[in-house]
DNA sequence: CGTCGTTGAATTGTTCAACACTTGACTTTG
DNA sequence: CAAAGTCAAGTGTTGAACAATTCAACGACG
């Protein structure tokens, strides 16, 4: 394992991070199957600090663990998107209607990432449109300055971002959203809080809705066993 | 380590439970290291087994973890309290206002939490009522009807009690909660969610006040080094 | 023919012992 | 008395071992 600089984090992080990344970015796939000692072996630890890992992802909601047998990545069921944006409706709603114009700071950033969101998305970049699509309401949650608010939040997209990798690109239209995104951002600086925050409203109505399409494909693919 | 049963957890999340339970009732107040070595020996585990367990409970906010310094738990500042209660307000509130009177069965459990409050203050139980109290509003939160919501609630409720449990019993007269307790039961049967709402609300920033109190006390105690 | 133990390999759960690395206190030195 | 060096204690990580459980294959039995 190799160690470039001063390490700040615990190797057991460090391999949470590294499978965490797989998990959202699509390249280890709802349901798959985590076995401890391959996994330790090709990422070059123990497997005691595999175990370590495992557990943080599984407390994280991003892997589930059932008592011998074994951990596999989580699968979210058209339940979990209910719960997921009641609690998005729940939380980003008031976070816009407690936003302040004055947070030039945050707002400077939303709008770098609604500019990442455009640029991904004219370069067919899907996984980084996701990404900056995320940050762009995650950025929303900030105006709370609430740390822990924060931390859930993440959690909670970390859970939405591994259904959304699994989206039909050819038959869903990102270039759609651009338009809402902006209009949120102008809406913000606008100090148009309540409008904004409608929309928003609106958006997550049609985010989940398209979320939920995904899954109910996905689940009704996985109960059908082995049909190549 | 006693198996009484069939277990259908591992070992380690019985100790995180073990441990939680110790903190939660104040035996092991905030600030307290934990050493692996004896810690695991006195509870006939394994190092390794200890140290998930520390990561479980590290993860759940009550143990703060610094790397090559060990664990100890955690310490509430002024600002953890504001956010927290920021976020009760945030999460109890609408819950209240969520609630619907057809939902008896969870009205039912709140008449039980407060006869058991009411019964421990009696009995000058006072973890119990702090556990009867805190139960009464995780019933409210309830009736968001979102496992995830609870579960996340659940965690800032640890938190809290952590604190309360240091409140100078002689100082602070719990009696004063039961009238505040009895009349949002009865106005939530009575189907006034608003009214509810404004006196949970109230009754919130009297706790945090309190709890304020509490912290700003202990923190001056802990940064005075050795004053006995 | 199908149901129910039995067996056994594979995998997870847990322990143990060792070593590397970091920290903090103590000691030495200029 | 401050800066550098020393050292014990504690955490981070490893590797190997053993116990416990699951799951599938197999065969006995009604």
Not at 14 to 21: E, F, M
Not at 73 to 88: A, G, M, P, W
Request: some cysteine; aromatic content about 4%; glycine content about 4%.
């Amino acid at each position: 394992m190799e160690r470039s600089q001063i390490d700040r984090v615990s190797v057991a992080d460090q391999v949470a991070s590294i499978l965490r990344q797989r998990i959202l970015d699509g390249e280890l796939r709802p349901g798959t199957p985590l076995q401890e000692v391959p996994l330790a072996a090709s990422l070059g630890v123990s497997r005691n600090t595999m175990r370590e890992a495992t557990r943080i992802l599984s407390l994280e909601g991003l892997l589930k663990r059932s008592i011998h047998r074994g951990v596999a990545v989580s699968q979210l069921s058209l339940k979990d998107v209910q719960e997921i944006y009641h609690l998005r409706r729940m939380l980003e709603i008031p976070a816009v209607l407690a936003a302040q114009s004055s947070r030039s700071d945050i707002l400077q950033e939303i709008r770098s990432a609604l500019d990442g969101y455009e640029r991904s998305v004219r370069a067919r970049d899907w996984l980084q449109a996701v990404s900056f699509d995320l940050q762009f309401h995650s950025l929303l949650i900030r105006f709370h300055q609430n740390k822990r608010l924060e931390s859930f939040y993440q959690k909670l997209i970390g859970e939405v971002r591994m259904g959304m990798v699994l989206v039909d690109r050819t038959h869903d239209d990102p270039e759609r959203l651009i338009p809402v995104h902006h209009k949120m951002y102008q809406l913000l600086t606008a100090g148009k809080f309540k409008q904004c925050a409608a929309l928003l409203g609106q958006h997550l109505d049609d985010s989940e809705a398209r979320l939920s399409r995904v899954m109910a494909g996905q689940i009704a693919k996985s109960s059908a066993k082995q049909t190549t």
